[in-house]
């Protein structure tokens, strides 16, 4: 429940921020804020509102967890603008989105360790990857607007980095399992990852929004790999 709260609203401030920049962008100009259909007043009271319930879960866990909880506001806050500074924006993202790996841990443990330090880092790793080809589908309306972003900056190597990107989320993978004392199902579960990693890589076009799309979209699957390897290697 927190985590879609505090997903949404993080999403809601983007839009807000990033409310002119979507306009100048075909793929996004259609979105509620640019397109007029909700006010910045309403977009930030919802914001709000959706804040104030994620507090009111936040409540329930252990004061480091809520400490922990508090200090993601400050990427979450800072992500938008990131875009508009540093041509790895994709970083920021990746340092904000996968905050819910230490959270998890923290929630349950009273602090963290190595195993949920490598899972994050790994994850950041991981969103370099994915956003980075979902950055493709707007390379020529960025480069227009004045956006800035990995899939500007890496051009025709993109391919190449991205597996980069993806052999260190899995190489973290591998060593966070280990850090948990996870069974050998988990490794099982790392390595199924690997080869949807590398059918990612093999179809990525750069030149293709829609193949961009999908690639991205896919990682939602990826994420089940690791997932219900870890919930196996638990169990064994």
Request: proline fraction near 4%; charge should be positive.
């Amino acid at each position: 429940a927190g985590a879609i709260l505090m997903r949404s609203a993080g999403c809601t401030w983007n839009d807000i921020v990033d409310r002119r920049l979507d306009a100048a962008v075909t793929r996004t100009a259609g979105r509620p804020i640019p397109a007029g259909e909700v006010s910045v007043a309403a977009a930030l009271a919802f914001a709000i509102l959706l804040s104030l319930g994620g507090l009111i879960v936040l409540r329930e866990f252990n004061s480091f967890t809520i400490g922990l909880g508090i200090a993601s506001l400050l990427p979450v806050a800072l992500y938008p603008f990131a875009k508009r500074v540093t041509w790895w924006p994709q970083v920021v993202l990746g340092l904000t989105f996968n905050w819910g790996a230490l959270m998890g841990w923290a929630a349950a443990r009273g602090g963290l360790d190595a195993a949920p330090m490598l899972l994050y880092v790994g994850a950041v790793f991981w969103t370099l990857g994915y956003d980075t080809i979902y950055a493709h589908q707007d390379r020529r309306d960025d480069s227009i607007a004045g956006i800035r972003s990995t899939a500007r900056r890496l051009g025709g190597q993109s391919r190449r980095w991205i597996g980069a990107f993806y052999l260190v989320f899995l190489a973290a993978l591998t060593a966070a399992g280990m850090a948990a004392h996870l069974a050998w199902p988990y490794f099982l579960g790392v390595l199924a990852a690997g080869l949807h990693f590398a059918w990612q890589v093999r179809r990525f076009d750069a030149d293709d929004p829609s193949r961009c799309l999908a690639l991205f979209r896919a990682n939602v699957v990826m994420g089940w790999f690791p997932f219900l390897g870890a919930l196996w290697g638990k169990l064994v």
